[in-house]
């Protein structure tokens, strides 16, 4: 005898128990249309036959494979629905949770490492750094990631350390009010410098969006222990520290006057060297209109936050950065991007002369 023939018709707990469902469940799929019983006792009660079995199975099955309810209708009913793409759609779903599985892996072996190196870490240190990972996850591309979790030039338990050791000494001068204009503020200004190349290898685009994260997510403030406020206090001491060093090739007033320019727009390079970077690892031509534009911008800032107008003193600055190598130094920063830059420059500012 088959087993159609030998199925006796069973009542909505009965089927419950026999496909591992709750009867709440068997109500709800009842109620969307996806398995609606082919019988009824005399008094009202659902009874499921042998087809009403079959659908359940195939429900089970394709659910457990990721569809959702809205798919399994359509596969299980609509004949117009084309089942490779249905197919497809599910292909693609379960590649990028394998892909988000294959991820979160990378990330608790990450964290085991950092725990082997450090093993005074205990559960808060861990637990945070996998809430800072997720957070590095959720706002930054895999590639940006994969970077953070595999610098060019160091490894990440070295790093994350000296990231920690740099932040608490600039909270402790923050705190006990050093000035950052001070000799303690710029030493720890190229320090944070050199720590956000090695941090980011060297990649611009990530390091402002690693900046804008910690400038405004208050879960990425607590956990590193770094805010808009320290931001705010480095950006001021790498000024300082750079036009200490600017002093050296011009007179005090010219010091005096470079300062308040960089203080005032000085922050605007990050930015300016992110979208150049970008454009330049894209391949973009120099003389490319997109680059024209960046180029112009460039130029402006650099009277802007260099110079103001004063043509000694725009002299004597390019004569320090082309004999001191540290002015040069900042993310996104090298041979290759001046040599791109420059050239830009040059054919942005024979434009404007024609």
């Not at 930015?271 to 454009?279: E, F, S, T, Y």
């Amino acid at each position: 005898m088959s087993a159609k023939a030998s199925f006796m018709k069973l009542k909505i707990g009965e089927l419950a128990t026999r496909c591992g469902l709750s009867i709440r469940t068997l109500h709800h799929y009842d109620a969307i249309g996806l398995l609606q019983p082919t019988g009824r006792t005399a008094g009202g009660a659902r009874l499921y036959g042998w087809q009403d079995f079959r659908r359940l199975h195939r429900i089970q099955v394709l659910k457990q494979m990721g569809y959702s309810l809205t798919d399994i209708h359509d596969v299980l009913d609509n004949a117009s629905v084309d089942p490779l793409t249905i197919l497809d759609r599910q292909a693609q779903l379960l590649d990028a949770q394998a892909r988000r599985a294959e991820a979160l892996s990378a990330t608790l072996k990450d964290v085991a490492r950092r725990l082997v190196a450090g093993a005074d870490a205990d559960a808060a240190d861990w637990l945070s750094l996998l809430e800072l990972t997720a957070l590095y996850e959720q706002h930054l591309s895999d590639d940006e990631v994969l970077a953070l979790r595999s610098p060019a030039a160091s490894n990440t338990q070295a790093i994350g350390a000296a990231r920690r050791q740099l932040v608490l000494e600039v909270g402790q001068c923050m705190r006990e009010n050093v000035s950052p204009g001070g000799c303690q503020a710029r030493e720890l200004a190229w320090r944070w410098v050199d720590m956000v190349i090695t941090l980011t290898s060297n990649n611009a685009p990530l390091a402002e969006k690693l900046r804008t994260l910690q400038m405004e997510n208050r879960h990425a403030q607590d956990i590193v222990g770094i805010d808009a406020a320290m931001l705010q206090w480095i950006d001021q001491a790498i000024v300082h520290a750079r036009v200490h060093l600017f002093g050296e090739y011009l007179s005090p007033e010219q010091t005096a006057r470079l300062l308040r320019l960089q203080l005032a727009h000085g922050n605007g390079w990050p930015a300016l060297v992110a979208k150049v970077r970008a454009q330049m690892d894209a391949g973009v031509p120099h003389d490319a209109e997109p680059m024209r534009a960046l180029a112009a911008r460039w130029r402006q800032l650099f009277l802007d936050s260099y110079c103001g107008g004063d043509a000694d003193l725009g002299e004597r600055v390019r004569y320090a950065l082309n004999h001191e190598p540290r002015l040069s130094l900042g993310v996104g920063v090298d041979d290759a991007l001046l040599r791109y830059v420059h050239a830009a420059v040059a054919v942005a500012t024979a434009s404007t002369a024609e």
